[in-house]
């Protein structure tokens, strides 16, 4: 976990930045709710706060037996200690040292008295992560607590975490190594015979070693202009029984965790010799992605960022039609601010990881391309380093 590399001190100083802000928005304190479950989950708040992720997958509350099995929340008052509820016994690595840590089954019934016992049953408070609460939870806080003031807070760790200490970035280094290796691997496997799931099993064989796990794989395959040569799967995504031939593309964008902190990549590429038109449509997603990083630079926003690489794939010819308007989005303990869309007036500065990604389809044809990116005083670096054209 993350503590391998981060101080103890940063977590508690991430910890009095957070109550610093709550103050300053006359909140009483933070409720921070996280949910794990073994496959990552949105685990990012309470992690970056304490270096806790509980394993145990969501289940029901079964009353008079648990409940909130697979969540976590922090109790974060201005004035008083924190307290931790969690549902697994603590392996270590909790970095609380000014606060306390409650483990029982019963994780939601601790943290309504944890509320009590911080003096915030009546207060106006903060919460962070109420996405990843169920609507019985919900209730059953609003029926315990009845005078508690629940207010939106997400965007508070979200500034927090949109820009990354030295330590963070020398895990998203590591992570996006072990990713970059992990998608090499897939390249080298997408050959005349094989499945999706044969793809994906080469590059797990080299990112399970190295202690990561995946998060999705996002995976289509086919041969333009032949509807019936278009394969691909929702569930699990390399389940289709179609196997590659001659003359398809191939394509996959990849995520997931080393150490907590994410990878997140796309390549494609042609399976046996390659096509002119298979390259138009694998240049042209390259080169939207080269567009918008182009555009970083000091005093540049998100807006910019975005602008730039959805004008360039227009200018080449391909429509903006796809399900993703962004061109990317922050990278950290999960999907991090800002999103590269147009109109999005944040600023980008140095210390923000930024994943840059294009997906373009014409005529039956896919070309995807993503790199991750660190944002320096005067332009960027990139983090991952995977072959950028297998053609």
């Known amino acids: 976990m993350p503590s391998t590399v981060i101080a103890t001190e940063e977590f508690s100083a991430r910890r009095h930045r957070a109550i610093a802000a709550a103050r ?41 037996n648990w409940s909130a099995r697979a969540h976590t929340f922090l ?109 090499e691997a897939m390249l080298n496997a997408s050959v005349p015979g094989a499945s999706h799931g044969d793809v994906v099993a080469a590059g797990l064989a080299h990112l399970v070693p190295a202690g990561g796990v995946l998060y999705n794989s996002f995976m289509a395959s086919g041969k333009g202009g032949d509807p019936s040569r278009f394969a691909k799967s929702n569930f699990p995504t390399w389940g289709s029984p179609k196997r590659l031939a001659e003359g398809d593309w191939i394509r996959f964008g990849i995520s997931g965790a080393v150490d907590g902190y994410m990878f997140d990549l796309a390549r494609a590429k042609a399976v046996g010799p390659v096509t002119n038109r298979q390259v138009s449509l694998f240049e042209a997603a390259i080169s939207s992605i080269e567009a918008t990083l182009a555009a970083i630079r000091p005093g540049a926003t998100a807006g910019d960022l975005g602008a730039a690489g959805l004008d360039k794939q227009q200018s080449l010819g391909f429509r903006v039609d796809g399900v993703f308007s962004a061109m990317g989005h922050g990278l950290g303990l999960g999907w991090d601010d800002p999103w590269l869309a147009r109109g999005v007036t944040t600023e980008i500065v140095p210390g923000m990881v930024l994943c840059i990604e294009r997906t373009i389809q014409q005529d039956g044809y896919l070309g995807d391309f993503e790199e991750t990116v660190l944002v320096t005083p005067d332009g960027y670096e990139l983090l991952t380093d995977a072959v950028k054209r297998s053609w």
């Not at 479950?37 to 304490?50: A, H, P």
């Not at 609003?142 to 629940?150: F, I, K, Q, T």
């Not at 590591?174 to 990713?179: D, I, L, N, T, W």
């Open 75 to 183: 109790v974060l008052p201005v004035d008083e200690a924190p307290e931790l509820l969690i549902d697994v016994p603590d392996d270590g690595r909790i970095r609380l040292a000014d606060g306390k840590v409650s483990y029982s089954d019963f994780v939601l019934d601790d943290t309504i008295a944890a509320l009590k016992r911080a003096g915030l049953a009546k207060a106006r408070i903060g919460l962070v992560g109420s996405d990843v609460l169920t609507y019985r939870m919900t209730e059953r806080l609003r029926s315990a607590l009845p005078d508690l003031v629940l207010e939106p807070a997400d965007d508070i760790l979200a500034g927090l975490r949109s820009v990354k200490s030295p330590g963070e970035v020398a895990l998203l280094r590591k992570a996006s190594e072990v990713g970059s290796r992990t998608i």
């Open 24 to 64: 300053q928005r006359g909140l009483a304190g933070l409720l921070v709710a996280s949910r794990g479950g073994g496959t990552l989950d949105r685990y990012g708040d309470v992690l970056y706060l304490t270096n806790f992720y509980t394993p145990f997958p969501f289940i029901p509350d079964f009353e008079g």
